[in-house]
Every structure is written in structure tokens, then in C-alpha cells.
């Protein structure tokens, strides 16, 4: 059975940091895309930042791009968000999700996901 577990989350104040993990039970984890998606109050969930199987290759939402950080332990079955810079827009659950295949941007094209964690941001 696939789980996803997040962690990591909390509150900071604008211009902190954290670093989000996200566990994953998956046989061949090395074959699987991931991606962090978020989802404000109010809002639909929107992607984030994805990164390929291998980990060579990762991708980031405009809004983040050059703040963000996306990687990936395949010994260790585990993805990482490292967010910095924070601000209170960037203030969401936080989801990672699990795909077997390329990278996706779409919500509906993976498979698994985690619970989320809650990253808030102050001014």
C-alpha cells in the first residue's frame, strides 16, 4: 500500500525558512515523478515545484521560482521542499504527491498523496 507522509511544516515570519519533507512507502520509488502541490483557504489546489524520477530534472511554479527548492533522496525514498524567502502568500497546506511516469503539472494525473502539512506565513 502507497502512503505519503509530510512533514516539516510550521510558522514562520516573513522571510524565514523551512524545509518540508515528504516521506513515501513506494516500491521503486527511483521510478516515480513527485511534485509539491498547495492549497490556500478559499482556493483550488495549484501546483508548486515537480521533479523527475532521477531527480535530474525540476521545474517551479513562477512564484516561487528562485525561492524554492525541490529535491530528492531516492536511497531514502524522500522529497524535499526547501522554501525560503517566505511570504504570507506562499501560506497553504502543502501536498506531495506520487506519480509513476513523467512530471506533471495537472492535479489529476497522480496517483498518490499525502495528508499536507500547514506552512503559515506572517507578516
Known amino acids: 500500500q502507497v502512503q505519503l507522509v509530510e512533514s516539516g511544516g510550521g510558522s514562520v515570519q516573513a522571510g524565514g525558512s523551512l524545509r518540508l519533507s515528504c516521506a513515501a512507502s513506494?516500491?521503486?520509488?527511483?521510478?516515480?515523478?513527485m511534485v509539491w502541490f498547495r492549497q490556500a483557504p478559499g482556493k483550488e489546489r495549484e501546483f508548486v515545484a515537480r521533479?523527475?524520477?532521477?531527480?535530474?530534472?525540476?521545474y517551479y511554479t513562477d512564484s516561487v521560482e528562485g525561492r524554492f527548492t525541490i529535491s530528492r533522496d531516492n536511497g531514502r525514498n524522500t522529497v524535499y521542499l526547501q522554501l525560503n524567502s517566505l511570504r504570507p502568500e506562499d501560506t497553504a497546506v502543502y501536498y506531495c504527491?506520487?506519480?509513476?511516469?513523467?512530471?506533471?503539472?495537472?492535479?489529476?494525473?497522480?496517483?498518490?498523496w499525502g495528508q499536507g502539512t500547514q506552512v503559515t506565513v506572517s507578516s
Open positions: 504527491a506520487a506519480r509513476s511516469g513523467p512530471s506533471s503539472t495537472r492535479v489529476d494525473e497522480y496517483d498518490y
Open positions: 513506494i516500491r521503486a520509488f527511483s521510478t516515480y515523478a
Open positions: 521533479i523527475s524520477s532521477s531527480g535530474a530534472r525540476t
